[in-house]
């Protein structure tokens, strides 16, 4: 079986845990999910506070879907995860931009930890008060777009939008 | 690229919306309209049309060009501060408030083309326009803020001197007395400085500043660094703030040594990820995610 692992991080309301959702729920019949719970990175009797689901798409080929926990001080579990993950996809909440210092924080963390593809998923862009993509990259420190990784207006409760997002993860990935 | 940015200084500090404006080398109108002691809430709450006093600072290309406090952003003009320290005469004013109506250049600029005004004194002007009221901007706790880029810039209010944000941003918050509503934004004693370039970018650092912004190597944390300087750990993580809402450093987290009684999980399978995914599992993955989104 070759496995991808894929953390799915951000901000504090963000919709982390939807969107983790919504890619597992993409597959055409879920499998049950403890018979691939034991290639997971932690045991089943694991007290870790974090998400994780599969996205089986193929016999032989399956996404392990993590989120990081959701405190906000870094602990050996975040290294666990980053260290072990082929792909990342940073989530930020458009209108929540007291949490744009900590998603600048993350993305530190992250780059010290791994150099590996990654997107910047933008949700609750319909919300009142929302930041536009281009300034929240600007509020992450992206001053020259040619160098910014690619961000993307994300629905997490949308599959067809999630889906998006994790097309534009893959092409970083090709 | 347009702007249309607003919310809390509760949520989003001034530091933050000038780098903001700095590195997006913005123009327009940053409003900040207090709702701290300044202001009487219990007022603003019975009479909801009651105006309440906004600084507006005028952005160009990322630099502070003019502040004015007041109710209305329209109608300010430099000369009445010239008349009002009798450097012209009111009839002159008159004239040269013709000649200058329409032009899209700051007054004072052009009032020093003509040799009417000299640069010492358009100084003078631009540092009680602007510097004196950075201070005031910065001690705001509570507040609402809007940047509207579309917003025209106020050229009879500008000398033509200007600040970039940065450096706004560090004369603010060296002059900053309360520190409590950023406590939880300030670097984590734990964390480690990393400097964002080997230069500074013409950040213009006092000493200390200048003392910490060297030893953020990446390599010693916030304690650390007070310890070797021998200055108090709150100073240092003040100045670390000043420094990375510059984009000088950026703040390093550290993971903390876990608890004892914690034991690690123990990984027990799943992707390996030094085996690199196959050029076949991402176009396949592909595949079925074009399929899902229809």
Known sequence: ?174 | MQMLAHGYLSQYSLAEIFNLIQEGKKNGVLSIEPRDGSIDASKVAQDSTLEIPCYYVSFQGGRVMSIFYGLEYENQDLLAMVLERQWIPLEQIKELKKKLSGLTIPWGLQLKVWEIISVDRLRLLFDIQVLSQLAKIFEISEGKFRFDPHAELNYPEMTGLSLSARNAVLLGLRGLKDWSRLTNKLPAPESRLQRASSELQGSSLENDEQLVWQLALGEMSVLEIAAQLNLEIDKVRQIGFRLCSIGLTHEVAVKPSPPIEIVKPVCVGGGNPNIQISTAFVSKLIGFLKQQKG
């Open chain 1, 1 to 174: 079986m070759e496995i991808m692992n894929l953390v799915v991080t951000g901000t504090l309301g963000a919709g982390k845990s939807t969107f983790i959702l919504s890619a597992s729920e993409m597959q055409v019949a879920a499998p049950d999910k403890h018979n691939t719970g034991d290639e997971a990175f932690f045991p089943q009797d694991t007290t870790a506070s974090i998400d994780f689901e599969t996205l089986q798409f193929d016999e032989e080929m399956a996404i392990h879907i993590y989120g990081t926990p959701s405190q906000v001080r870094f602990d050996f579990m975040w290294e666990i995860l980053i260290e072990r993950a082929h792909a990342y996809v940073l989530l930020i909440a458009a209108h929540r931009p007291s949490e744009f210092h900590y998603a600048r924080r993350i993305l530190n963390f992250m780059n010290q930890h791994a150099q590996i593809p990654m997107i910047i998923g933008i949700t609750h862009n319909d919300c009142e008060g929302a930041w536009r993509p281009e300034d929240i990259a600007l509020a992450l420190g992206y001053h020259n777009s040619t160098k910014q990784p690619p961000i993307v207006a994300v629905n997490t409760q949308d599959r067809a939008s999630v889906a998006m997002a994790l097309i534009t993860l893959m092409e970083q990935c090709l």
